[in-house]
Nanobody, 113 residues
Framework: VRLVESGGDLVQPGGSLRLSCASS????????LGWYRQIQGNQRELVAR??????DYEDSVKGRFTISRDNAKNTVYLQMNSLKPEDTAVYYC?????????WGPGTRVIVSS
C-alpha cells in the first residue's frame, strides 16, 4: 500500500493542524492504522493508533491529538490541537503497531513563534 501524507505547516504554539494520509488501496480491511513522527535526531515513534476497538495515544499527545479514519475516502486523519514546539517533527502514517506498509514522504510540522 502506498501512503501519502499532507497538511503539515508552520504553526504558532497553541495552534491547530489537521493532517491527512491518503492510501492507494482500500483501508477498510486494515485493522489498525497509526500516525508516527520523527523528531530530528530521534527514531520514528508511534503517537496515535486507530483500531476496531478504539484509539490509543502516546502520553505526550493524549488529550491534544485525535486520530480518525474515513474508509470511504481511504484516508486517515490526525487532528492536532494545542500544539507545542516539541511537536515539531515529520509525521507519517502506516499500519500500527507494526509499520508494514511502504513509508510515504511524510509531512513536516513546525511549531514555532
Amino acid at each position: 500500500v502506498r501512503l501519502v501524507e499532507s497538511g503539515g505547516d508552520l504553526v504558532q504554539p497553541g495552534g491547530s493542524l489537521r493532517l491527512s494520509c491518503a492510501s492507494s488501496e482500500t483501508i477498510s480491511s486494515v485493522g489498525s492504522l497509526g500516525w508516527y513522527r520523527q523528531i530530528q535526531g530521534n527514531q520514528r515513534e508511534l503517537v496515535a493508533r486507530i483500531f476496531s476497538g478504539g484509539t490509543d495515544y502516546e502520553d505526550s499527545v493524549k488529550g491534544r491529538f485525535t486520530i480518525s479514519r474515513d474508509n470511504a475516502k481511504n484516508t486517515v486523519y490526525l487532528q492536532m490541537n494545542s500544539l507545542k514546539p516539541e511537536d515539531t517533527a515529520v509525521y507519517y502514517c502506516n499500519t500500527a503497531p507494526l509499520p508494514l506498509g511502504r513509508w510515504g514522504p511524510g509531512t513536516r510540522v513546525i511549531v514555532s513563534s
